[in-house]
């Protein structure tokens, strides 16, 4: 699944080829959010996700975190509650009871159920044609996943 349409054979661009295409996109969002983009080279998803789900609390901001399939969905659900010996993140998965009360709600959907200040794309989850109501919007790839580089 392709997170950014239209940019599927940007593999051999450089940065600036990059961004160009994916100004083309035409993503309608508030001019006042961040939209940034995490090239994932020498950490794993797992690893870093953690520090930028913890990063995100600390703001006060709720988070939530948009991934491809109810799979990967639940690996990040047990991840984050066993990521650390010390500690732990609240959080829920959309569709329980009470998921809009969660600081962080994982999501295969493109609902804000939580009232989220960030959201997180990862895994292949796509973004949609608008991206309004976050304070930020990040993407994470994996730079070791072929297919990733060329979304």
């Given amino acids: 699944m392709d997170p950014l349409p239209g940019l599927r054979d940007a593999g051999d661009d450089t940065l600036d080829e990059f961004f160009s295409r994916l100004l083309k996109l035409n993503l309608k969002t508030d001019w006042r959010m961040d939209l940034m983009f995490y090239h994932l080279e020498r950490q794993p998803l797992e690893r ?3 520090q930028l789900l913890e990063k995100s609390l600390e703001r006060g901001w709720k988070a939530v975190v948009e ?3 109810a799979e990967r969905r639940k690996a990040l659900d047990d991840l984050l509650w066993t ?10 998965l959309d569709g329980e009871p009470d998921c809009e009360t969660q600081p962080i ?3 295969t959907g493109s609902d804000n159920a939580n009232g989220a200040d960030i959201r997180f794309f990862a895994d292949g989850a796509r973004l949609p044609p608008e991206l ?3 304070e930020r919007v990040a993407v994470l ?3 070791a996943d072929p297919a990733g580089l060329e979304a």
């Fill in 48 to 50: 870093v996700l953690p």
């Fill in 67 to 69: 991934v491809s399939s």
């Fill in 83 to 92: 990521y650390s010996e010390r500690s732990f993140l609240p959080h829920g």
């Fill in 105 to 107: 709600l994982i999501t």
């Fill in 132 to 134: 309004g109501g976050y």
């Fill in 141 to 143: 790839f994996d730079g």
